[in-house]
């Protein structure tokens, strides 16, 4: 089993040359005809990830978030990307195919949402970039409501939602990550929009559109890719190691 062979799988599901123009996914570090021993999936490829993988044997890693995303001016030894290299541990990562691809994950958090809520059948892409999607919730609601079952559902610590928001719901957008740069185009197409890392003038952008915000972060709206990614490989590698690496929300609340 070699790199090329699980880099293609995934290509399968959400190809790489979807990606957006300023995202770097793809295979980023090692040799792609290397033999794998056994591969980590993890959100991000951190020091603690790469810890992990060595400690099990794995010499590839599988990360939604590019361990490379811009042109690097120097390597030092206390780097992901050094440390990768020094313990020849590959990297292959996929990020905007992942959001945007069918089954991928926006449609896993519509997946979340649906076990608590009742949706219509129909689900529209957001036609910007396809990352997004929106779902008709049968019955209205309040944004506090909603709040509170999407906290659930994604299984949040906390959320955060607009504070001054009066009117029922029923339009509901899901962006994974970071989503808030959409905002104007859904003005008239969505009562709420679900993402995560809303910055302060978005919240005052979205009062301006009518349009309640919800902010359940980035790690929580996007670590469900962990097992997702994993169930993908182990049916076309049934005997190859995969190991789950849900590392935990790097940031705590007091």
């Known amino acids: ?118 949706f219509a059948e129909n689900t529209e892409t957001i036609e910007a970039d396809g990352l997004g999607r929106i779902l008709t919730l049968k019955q209205e609601m309040s944004i506090k409501e909603f709040a509170e079952i999407a906290k659930k559902a994604l299984g949040c610590e906390v959320v955060r939602y607009s504070a001054n928001y009066q009117n029922k719901i029923k339009k509901i957008a899901v962006c994974s990550g970071s989503g808030a740069s959409m905002l104007e185009d859904l003005s008239g197409r969505c009562d709420c929009f679900l993402t995560g890392d809303i910055k302060h003038d978005r919240w005052y952008k979205a009062e301006e559109l009518n349009i309640a915000l919800l902010d359940c972060g980035h790690y929580h709206t996007e670590v469900i890719m962990i097992p997702y990614i994993a169930e993908i490989l182990r049916k076309a590698f049934p005997e190859l190691k995969i190991v789950e690496f849900a590392e935990g929300n790097p940031v705590c609340y007091a």
């Open 1 to 118: 089993m070699k790199i090329k062979d699980i880099y293609e799988v995934i290509n399968q599901y959400a190809p790489f040359d979807t990606q957006e123009k300023w995202d770097n996914s793809g295979f980023l570090i090692g040799d792609f005809s290397q033999e794998v021993t056994g591969i980590l999936i993890s959100l991000d490829i951190s020091v603690n990830a790469v810890k992990k993988a060595q400690e099990t044997g794995c010499n590839l890693i599988f990360s939604h978030h590019p361990v490379i995303f811009s042109a690097i001016k120097n390597l030092y030894s206390d780097s992901v990307v050094y440390q990768l290299a020094q313990k020849n541990i590959s990297a292959v990562c996929c990020h905007t195919p992942l959001d945007i691809a069918r089954g991928g994950i926006n449609d896993l958090i519509a997946e979340k949402l649906k076990l608590f809520l009742e």
